[in-house]
């Protein structure tokens, strides 16, 4: 069963820096593309990157990019989201997501129960 | 950014069809290939894949769902609608950086 488990989250401080992980079993993580998508509260979703299987290419959202880093640890089967300069904008559920390989494009076909972040003084 | 533009809302009687469009700013097909996917998400749980590339179902979702179009206008179908549906549809694409989804449009029963 493809499972993932993101972790890291809750309160923290405008201006603060938080982590998030995803740990990834039941498939081959260092076979797969890998993102991070995001939801404030009440609102829709929000694309935030990805990482291919080597860490070589990694994508961002232009308006993120200066403040969120995409990473990941293979020997771990672990992704990460560092975010910096958070700031109350940020609150949100943020789930990572597999991409698969289908056809002619990659999807987000197995995405984890997400991670709350709530960014207040 | 492409922007993808979807109803916010849809009511709809059980047992009848669903109709959920999704417009594009700009053409999301390449050489036959829609670059347009859909997504339920249920109220506290994480969003799940339903169609790909436009019109492809994904493993495990009933053959009640279906997704057509193509450039800049796209269909997801829900027939017939059956009370486990009733979730927040949203389309995405990735015919170009970054990744853009839309609003979302919410399935209500009449």
């Known amino acids: 069963e493809v499972k993932l488990v993101e972790s890291g989250g809750g309160l923290v401080q405008p201006g603060r820096s938080l982590k998030l992980s995803c740990a990834a079993s039941g498939f081959s993580f260092n076979d797969y593309w890998m993102g991070w998508v995001r939801q404030a509260p009440g609102k829709g979703l929000e694309w935030i990157g990805e990482i291919n299987q080597d860490s070589s290419t990694i994508n961002y959202t232009p308006s993120l990019k200066d403040k969120f880093t995409i990473s990941r640890d293979n020997a771990q089967n672990t992704l990460y989201l560092q975010m910096s300069k958070l700031g109350s904008e940020d609150t949100a559920i943020y789930y990572c997501?597999?991409?698969?390989?289908?056809?002619?494009?990659?999807?987000?076909?197995?995405w984890g129960q997400g991670a709350s972040v709530t960014v207040s003084s | 950014d492409i922007v993808l533009t979807q109803s916010p809302a849809l009511a709809v009687s059980l047992e009848q069809r669903a109709t959920i469009s999704c417009k594009t700013s700009q053409n999301v097909d390449n050489y036959g290939i829609s670059y347009m996917h859909w997504y339920q998400q249920k109220p506290g749980q994480q969003p799940k894949l339903l169609i790909y590339e436009g019109s492809n179902l994904a493993s495990g979702i009933p053959a009640r769902f279906s997704g057509s179009g193509s450039g800049t206008d796209f269909t997801l179908t829900i027939d017939p609608v059956e009370a486990d549906d009733i979730a927040t549809y949203y389309c995405q694409q990735s015919k170009d950086y970054p990744y853009t989804f839309g609003a979302g449009t919410k399935l209500e029963l009449k």
């Open positions: 997501a597999r991409e698969g390989w289908y056809l002619s494009a990659y999807v987000m076909d197995a």
